[in-house]
């Protein structure tokens, strides 16, 4: 399966988020599912790759022409695709992709995970789709999306679109195991 992990490129956060970022690539690579990402080598987006190649999966990344340089660029991807901009790297991943994982990352990632999380909503396509909450990271995004639901911003049925797992191993399990959610229309 091939598999899109969106989360960090920052090489300053906390050791947690780099080692849950290892841990899932090594899950993936033994499991003999394709990374598909951001194409970098920095961050938690470094991390995912590197354990996939060292445990024997295949990774391909994704990056746009002006990210696109030497100490950023995961050079040793078996894959490497440059895009124009951003909006074809974003289409890119998700084309390929036949399930989403997110792991803690700044606004990059929030406004993948936010396009994930709509298309889904609007039944684009049906692939699984979840967060992976290291240390909490994801514990305010909760509590907004629980906002939503409560306020009807968003139906609560889609609680089960967008699911938060506390490890790697959760995450895997649930893309594993993953059965489409009942259909439920958007609109109110």
Same mark, same amino acid.
């Given at each position: 399966?091939?598999?899109?992990?969106?989360?960090?490129?920052?090489?300053?956060?906390?050791?947690?988020?780099?080692?849950?970022?290892?841990?899932?690539?090594?899950?993936?690579?033994?499991?003999?599912?394709?990374?598909?990402?951001?194409?970098?080598?920095?961050?938690?987006?470094?991390?995912?790759?590197?354990?996939?190649?060292?445990?024997?999966?295949?990774?391909?990344?994704?990056?746009?022409?002006?990210?696109?340089?030497?100490?950023?660029?995961?050079?040793?991807?078996?894959?490497?695709?440059?895009?124009?901009?951003?909006?074809?790297?974003?289409?890119?991943?998700?084309?390929?992709?036949?399930?989403?994982?997110?792991?803690?990352?700044?606004?990059?990632?929030?406004?993948?995970?936010?396009?994930?999380?709509?298309?889904?909503?609007?039944?684009?396509?049906?692939?699984?789709?979840?967060?992976?909450?290291?240390?909490?990271?994801?514990? $305010?995004?909760?509590?907004?999306?629980?906002?939503?639901?409560?306020?009807?911003?968003?139906?609560?049925?889609?609680?089960?679109?967008?699911?938060?797992?506390?490890?790697?191993?959760?995450?895997?399990?649930?893309?594993?195991?993953?059965? $489409?959610? $009942?259909?439920?229309?958007?609109?109110?």
């Amino acid at each position: 399966m091939t598999i899109c992990v969106f989360c960090s490129s920052s090489d300053a956060v906390d050791g947690a988020y780099h080692a849950a970022a290892s841990e899932l690539g090594s899950r993936m690579g033994r499991a003999g599912h394709t990374l598909v990402y951001g194409g970098g080598r920095v961050g938690l987006m470094g991390a995912v790759a590197r354990g996939v190649h060292e445990s024997g999966g295949k990774v391909i990344g994704v990056i746009p022409g002006f990210m696109n340089r030497p100490g950023v660029t995961y050079t040793e991807a078996d894959e490497l695709i440059v895009t124009p901009d951003m909006r074809e790297r974003k289409t890119r991943m998700e084309d390929m992709a036949e399930a989403f994982i997110a792991l803690p990352g700044g606004f990059g990632t929030l406004e993948e995970i936010t396009e994930v999380i709509t298309l889904l909503t609007f039944r684009v396509w049906v692939k699984p789709f979840v967060l992976v909450n290291t240390s909490g990271f994801y514990d $305010p995004l909760i509590e907004l999306f629980e906002r939503y639901y409560r306020e009807s911003f968003a139906k609560p049925d889609f609680r089960a679109l967008c699911p938060f797992v506390d490890t790697p191993a959760q995450a895997m399990d649930y893309i594993r195991d993953f059965t $489409p959610p $009942p259909l439920v229309s958007k609109w109110f």
